[in-house]
């Protein structure tokens, strides 16, 4: 089956499902193969969180959950963690999303 990644914000289920039983590895290396891939380094709490650019330029911010599955970083999420920013762990995230706008 191809699969062509244009977005992965509005493709997210379908990534999910054509990814399905894929390790975090491969994850990353296909992700790698559509686009750019920034990766923002690991802080705890708080895992390793990643910036895709498509070949088009669209951005999506993300990490993995415990369970291997894409966790996207939206626009609201960065109007909350602005509002939160002064903890350590926080400014990571509000990092990562940032580079998104």
Do not use: Y
């Amino acid at each position: 089956m191809n699969f062509v990644l244009i977005d992965l914000v509005s493709q997210r289920d379908a990534v999910r499902a054509f990814l399905d039983g894929v390790d975090v590895a491969a994850r990353v290396e296909w992700l790698r193969s559509w686009g750019e891939l920034h990766t923002i380094t690991e802080r705890p709490p708080f895992p390793a969180s990643f910036v895709f650019e498509s070949r088009l330029g669209l951005r999506a911010g993300f990490f993995f959950d415990e369970a291997g599955d894409f966790v996207l970083l939206t626009s609201k999420i960065v109007k909350f963690l602005t509002k939160l920013s002064g903890s350590g762990g926080v400014k990571l995230l509000e990092r990562s999303v940032l580079c998104l706008e």
